[in-house]
């Protein structure tokens, strides 16, 4: 556990001095954004490629020339990563990453490499747990399980030396009926 640990400060200071741009929260079964943007506001599609990859190595998502592509993409974001096409001229090539999983955690880095010079940013992204589906499936139930128990055992609590009373009651009288009987 404290192993663990140190090695994710480590491999964090490591992330934080090579180029640590952006770091988001998303939840699971939701959406994020993953930003990417060029400064140079002059740019000619035909010249861009842009290349977002998933700790490291698994291909999400390029724009070759200017044109996406899915050519390659790891079959893990297929139909769940979204581009803005729109936004390319303006420099923005942020991607959407749809209906998150744990799995999804970890380091994004898009590349831009223009004809002249070229360009990285870093998206750490952590996933937690949706709050809101857990509230909807587990806890509620859950409470008015418990609830309805709780109510339970109160009957159970208060009828029981009730009828043990009663019953009590009922043998003295009875007794008390067959003594005084005779006389
Ligand atoms: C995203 O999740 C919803 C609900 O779980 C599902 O209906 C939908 O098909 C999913 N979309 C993709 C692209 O996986
Ligand atoms: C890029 O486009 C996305 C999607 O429209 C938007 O959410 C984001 O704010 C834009 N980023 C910039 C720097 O304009
Ligand atoms: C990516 O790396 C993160 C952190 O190391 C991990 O939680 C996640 O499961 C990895 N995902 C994939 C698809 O490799
Ligand atoms: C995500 O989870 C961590 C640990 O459970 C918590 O500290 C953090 O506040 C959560 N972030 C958001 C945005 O809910
Ligand atoms: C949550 O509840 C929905 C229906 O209310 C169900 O379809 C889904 O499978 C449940 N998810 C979990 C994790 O139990």
Not at 83 to 99: A, C, M, Q, V
Not at 124 to 132: A, D, G, Q, R, Y
Not at 155 to 177: E, G, Q
Request: glycine share 4%.
């Amino acid at each position: 556990m404290i192993i663990g640990w140190c090695f994710i400060c480590i491999f964090a200071v490591v992330i934080n001095e090579v180029s640590l741009d952006v770091t988001l929260v998303g939840f699971t079964g939701s959406s994020v954004v993953l930003p990417c943007s060029s400064t140079e506001y002059d740019l000619e599609l035909q010249d861009i490629n842009v290349f977002w990859r998933h700790n490291g190595s698994e291909t999400i998502y390029d724009l070759i020339s200017g044109k996406d592509s899915v050519a390659g993409q790891n079959p893990r974001y297929k139909n769940r990563a979204q581009t803005f096409p729109d936004e390319y001229l303006r420099g923005n090539f942020s991607i959407k990453l749809i209906n998150l999983t744990h799995a999804d955690a970890g380091e994004f880095v898009c590349l831009i490499i223009h004809s002249s010079d070229s360009k990285q940013e870093t998206v750490l992204l952590f996933i937690n747990e949706s709050t809101v589906e857990k509230r909807k499936n587990s806890t509620e139930p859950a409470e008015t399980e418990s609830d309805q128990r709780n109510v339970l055992l109160i009957c159970v609590c208060i009828l029981v030396p009730v009828i043990i009373f009663l019953s009590i009651a009922c043998f003295m009288i009875h007794c008390r009926k067959r003594t005084s009987a005779p006389l």
